[in-house]
């Protein structure tokens, strides 16, 4: 009986004929998981497009507006834009929980002979800021200073205007700014790992414990610190290192049609393997979490029926 209907579930996915848009942004690791899902679709028979902004709530509100179909961020961007706090202006109630993809691992990096050795360390520093193209990066930042002891704000660093992601890589590059926000295993990590300017490569910040990790984790949903070992594709790790990681996380618009929904959801799960197997960054995705954690966000009525019909195979 399992065997007949995951035949139906391939049969459905492979013969639906639909093209669907998906949000993301520019040259960065939200761009390699928009570019993987892209691929994953495709070998289930399907078309979802990547089309790159310059930051996560520009997309976001072209979904609540049914603009683009489908959207990927961190679980606290995609909070925030439903209940209309910090980098969301209003609250986007239109938008609706799909799946978790991948967990993401990040931090902020420095030089490896720039002598600073913990976050307590950023006092004075040139920090990017402003990312005005993706806010959320400005919160984040500003989010990592708390992890001080004692905690720092945007007063106690020189804070450098940068208009993106990607821009905060560049300005590092440049060696204008001391720190970056990166994520370990992407591919803007190695590049900056084997820059000119960054002699003898990066090394990711350890995050302090206790009560500065506290401060840390609150309103932040699905945020946690977890210790990475070094590992040769992991070059900025050095040594054991506590940083943060979440689910990366698929979403859509209320009112795309629920066998779309449907079928995404499938061709996830069926092809799992491709979508692991399309980026290194991806290759720890696992698809008995893809309902786990919502993100305080309704889930799609067609993913809530993928997910039914999953758990009766």
């Not at 310059?54 to 959207?71: A, C, H, M, P, S």
């Not at 209003?90 to 691992?105: E, P």
């Not at 067609?302 to 039914?308: L, M, P, V």
């Amino acid at each position: 009986m399992k065997s007949i209907i995951a035949a139906l579930i391939l049969v459905a996915i492979t013969t639906s004929a639909y093209a669907e848009t998906l949000g993301s942004t520019k040259g960065s690791a939200n761009y390699q998981t928009a570019v993987a899902l892209a691929k994953t679709m495709s070998a289930a028979g399907l078309t979802l497009t990547p089309l790159p902004h310059r930051g996560t709530q520009i997309y976001l509100e072209k979904v609540d507006k049914k603009e683009i179909d489908f959207g990927i961020s961190n679980p606290t961007d995609l909070f925030w834009g439903y209940t209309g706090i910090r980098t969301s202006k209003k609250a986007h109630k239109n938008l609706r929980f799909v799946a978790n993809l991948h967990f993401f691992k990040t931090g902020l990096a420095v030089r490896d002979n720039s002598g600073i050795e913990s976050y307590n360390d950023l006092r004075g520093k040139r920090v990017p800021s402003g990312f005005r193209g993706a806010p959320g990066f400005h919160w984040n930042i500003k989010h990592k200073l708390l992890n001080a002891e004692p905690a720092l704000d945007w007063k106690d660093v020189e804070r450098v205007p940068v208009t993106s992601l990607p821009g905060n890589w560049n300005a590092f590059r440049r060696g204008a700014v001391d720190v970056a926000i990166i994520s370990v295993g992407a591919g803007h990590a190695k590049k900056l790992h084997t820059g000119a300017i960054t002699d003898g490569g990066i090394r990711m910040l350890s995050l302090n414990g206790g009560i500065a990790e506290q401060r840390l984790l609150k309103g932040w949903p699905g945020f946690k610190v977890i210790t990475v070992n070094p590992n040769p594709r992991w070059p900025s790790i050095r040594k054991p290192t506590r940083i943060i990681t979440f689910p990366y996380m698929l979403w859509t618009h209320r009112e795309v049609p629920n066998n779309v929904v449907k079928n995404v959801v499938l061709a996830l799960y069926n092809y799992a393997e491709v979508y692991r197997k399309s980026s290194k960054m991806v290759s720890g995705f696992d698809k008995k979490k893809m309902n786990a954690f919502t993100g305080g966000v309704p889930m799609h009525k067609g993913a809530k029926f993928a997910y039914r019909i999953l758990k009766s195979n």
